[in-house]
């Protein structure tokens, strides 16, 4: 009786994603540490961000899908923050669409993204879905809406793109009814000073993203603040202000 010779190893899906995306994660981070020496964050946001942000929208759900949708479900931890049904929300940075498009089935959504590649894409998400939004594509730091025109504010993983975030956030109050609440989800340092979140946080930081506090920038603008971290190691937050009456 002949012996067989045993199978060769075949790893599981689920490991070969991960190395997929680390290694493509090492590849990018190497390049972004070598251009940011060379130039600055500035540069890195214009130069390669706004690049692959724009052209590769079709790509940015994959990405996601590569690690289990982890940053989609991060972004739900906004969910319990929002106004009721129907209220207005602006959503800042929505990306691919996806979160976008679930929130448009339960409110009066309007939303704002400096790619036009994610513009086109949303749209196309929404229009199969029979749903409908206020789309624009701009600039944070001018936002084309009228004073008290939202019930909320919402950003998941983009405030820490915006070079002038104050300018940025004086737009966002700008635009909030008063009562109305400012969501922002992000990465960044944990309350707790762990070395996890904060070697996290130099790395996004590495990356070219502006790792920030939003609590007391929030407060300076007179809106009354709560944050929450989550995530491994306490990495991600939720910052919520809520302007007076």
Not at 49 to 69: E, I, S
Not at 108 to 123: K, V, Y
Request: positive net charge.
């Amino acid at each position: 009786m002949k012996r067989r010779n045993p199978s060769p190893y075949r790893p599981d899906v689920s490991h070969r994603r991960w190395a997929v995306t680390l290694s493509g994660l090492a590849l990018v981070t190497g390049i972004l540490i070598w251009l940011r020496r060379r130039t600055g964050k500035v540069t890195i946001q214009r130069r390669f961000w706004d690049v692959v942000y724009d052209r590769l929208a079709v790509l940015y759900d994959g990405v996601d899908w590569f690690t289990g949708n982890t940053t989609h479900r991060l972004r739900l931890r906004a969910l319990p923050h929002l106004p009721p049904e129907g209220s207005r929300i602006l959503e800042i940075g929505f990306g691919s669409g996806k979160l976008h498009a679930e929130l448009a089935e339960c409110y009066a959504m309007a939303g704002l993204d400096r790619a036009p590649g994610m513009a086109r894409l949303t749209q196309r998400r929404l229009a199969s879905r029979g749903l409908t939004s206020d789309l624009r594509v701009g600039d944070a730091t001018a936002l084309p809406w009228r004073d008290a025109t939202f019930d909320a504010v919402l950003l998941t993983f983009a405030f820490s793109a915006f070079p002038d975030a104050g300018a940025a956030l004086d737009e966002m109050v700008r635009v909030l009814k008063p009562g109305g609440k400012l969501i922002i989800v992000d990465a960044g340092e944990s309350l707790d000073g762990n070395a996890m979140a904060r070697f996290l946080a130099q790395l996004w930081s590495a990356l070219g993203d502006y790792m920030r506090d939003e609590v007391p920038m929030m407060q300076a603008r007179g809106l009354s603040v709560t944050r929450e971290d989550f995530g491994p190691w306490g990495c991600v937050h939720v910052t919520v202000g809520t302007k007076a009456e």
